[in-house]
């Protein structure tokens, strides 16, 4: 009986063993080098317990600076990552119709507003959406919402001058301070509403608590967020919702009560439902309750946290770098006294050297490190090397944005911190499909503008009154956390604020 058991025992783990490994030829039939170090049942991802997703990809890109592209596998399952410029833009742009999704699917019974996002969408639902988002970003709308950030300036400007005038100088962690910024931005800019992000009384009903918990690296993000971009097969069968019902029911919910309000009072807001309300009359459809709250929520989260996570390490970069900084606010002090010392859209956008030091910093710590596309239909992509690959409708293109920016080949002394890489004479010279943090081609960021609008007002409010100090409480060199799929800072990003 025992050795019937072991036998059975021992024909489960050999069947098991084939089952996890029956990919793992994939890439040598095909002819595509197999990046170095996976393991059976989970490829190469074993190493996300001790790394990043991003400095993995990193990793491997290094390691394989020889070939245009190599395979890997994520789990069991094979994924091509590309590594040069040119096959960039095939996947991105010049082949776009053949890698048009992106590789994260969400299940709209389960995420029913979150499904309607761009990013996560497809087809008419995707191409519906990106159009009224467009018209809420352009620069004649942008103009109106400035007028919803100008107010968040001012309150950030008294927020720190309270602090200040009890103790001298602060310390504050810059992810949570400029998460409260964003976070009212949106709150204001998104609803005409307070989120009462300043307001320590009111923390618990804030629009930055409410963002906290759908992005915090807590326990269940990671878990939630992992499955759903690394594993969305096992999140078909676990059903785990992105967004929590509390937050979707949230949105839904006032929505419903502004969107009608709106409707019927005519009144001009600057804000973007507003523009929303705007679009109707001009479509002459009304749009339902379901696709505004799924734009409302696609404006909060693209406007809250990736616009935060770069804030912050700008700011980081200028408490590190206070040439940069003193530069930096000379030409916030020149371009704001030539419009009365008022932030407007068009001192913000004579702000060049601002956009300089954004961009920098956005090369060196972007707040997406890799992007993901699937596969839509058969296609044959050829490298520069020699390399070719057919690839199938339903193969993962990884594309490694962080790697790329930091590559020696396109980036003399890539490490440096150098915003005059992007100045007018010089970021000619950039390297197309190189410099990626809003993504390119069709499905490039379609809040960018509004992105850098806020950050840029943002820093003139903060540089224009007070400097930044680097505390010993950030650890450098920096240390993200595993698991957090936007780069997050073990520890936080402090510094020392003080009047100029």
């Known amino acids: 009986m025992a050795v019937v058991l072991v036998s059975l025992i021992l024909g489960a783990v050999v069947v098991f063993y084939f089952y996890v490994t029956r990919n793992y030829n994939y890439w040598q039939k095909r002819g595509v080098p197999c990046a170095d170090g996976f393991f059976p049942g989970v490829g190469h991802m074993w190493i996300l317990f001790t790394k990043t997703m991003t400095d993995l990809l990193g990793k491997i890109y290094n390691e394989n600076k020889q070939h245009s592209m190599v395979g890997i596998y994520n789990f069991t399952l094979p994924s091509l990552m590309i590594l040069e410029p040119e096959l960039v833009k095939t ?36 191409a519906a959406g990106r159009k009224r988002l467009t018209y809420a970003f352009s620069s004649m709308r942008l103009k109106i919402l400035l007028e919803s950030v100008k107010p968040v300036c001012v309150k950030l400007e008294n927020y720190l001058d309270n602090k200040l005038n009890k103790s001298g100088n602060v310390e504050e962690e810059l992810k949570d301070l400029f998460s409260k910024f964003t976070a009212q931005v949106v709150a204001g800019a998104g609803f005409g509403v307070d989120g009462y992000c300043f307001d320590d009384e ?7 608590k409410i963002g906290k918990a759908i992005m915090e690296p807590s326990t269940r993000n990671k878990i939630v967020f992992t499955i759903a971009f690394l594993i969305p097969s096992l999140n078909k069968l676990l059903k785990f919702p992105l967004i929590p019902k509390k937050i979707d029911q949230f949105f839904r919910t006032l929505v419903t009560e502004l969107i009608e309000q709106r409707r019927a009072d005519g009144i001009p807001r600057n804000d973007f439902l507003h523009l929303m309300v705007e679009l109707e009359r001009i479509e002459d ?21 990736t616009s935060s996570i770069t804030l912050s390490f700008v700011g980081f970069q200028l408490a590190t770098h206070p040439e940069v900084q003193n530069r930096l606010r000379d030409e916030v002090l020149t371009v704001l006294n030539k419009y009365d010392n008022e932030i407007t859209y068009e001192a913000l956008k004579e702000m060049v050297y601002m956009d300089q030091v954004i961009n920098e910093s956005m090369r060196l710590i972007p707040a997406a490190g890799f992007m993901s596309k699937m596969c839509t239909e058969k296609f044959e992509l050829k490298g520069s090397d020699g ?38 004479d010089r970021k000619h010279n950039i390297q197309k499909y190189t410099f990626l943090p809003f993504g390119e081609g069709p499905r490039m960021c379609v809040g960018m503008r509004m992105a850098l609008l806020q950050m840029k007002a943002c820093l003139a409010a903060l540089l224009r009154k007070y400097s930044l100090e680097l505390s010993p409480k950030t650890h450098v060199p920096l240390e993200m956390i595993v698991g957090a799929i936007l780069p997050t800072v073990k520890g936080g ?7 100029i």
């Open 91 to 126: 996947v991105l742009q010049s082949n776009f119709a053949s890698f048009h999704e992106n590789s994260v699917k969400v299940d709209p019974k389960v995420d029913p507003l979150t499904a309607l996002n761009p990013f996560f969408s497809d087809g008419e639902k995707w």
């Open 493 to 499: 990003l402090w510094v020392k604020l003080q009047t």
């Open 202 to 208: 009111k923390k618990d009903m804030s629009f930055q």
């Open 387 to 424: 390399l070719t690959c057919r690839v199938q409708p339903g193969t993962d293109i990884l594309i490694p944005v962080e790697a790329l920016h930091k590559d020696s080949r396109y980036w003399e002394n890539p490490d440096v911190f150098d915003p005059d890489r992007f100045s007018p």
């Open 285 to 305: 459809d009304k749009f339902d309750v379901e696709m505004l709250a799924s734009h409302a929520l696609s404006f909060f989260l693209d406007g809250y946290e």
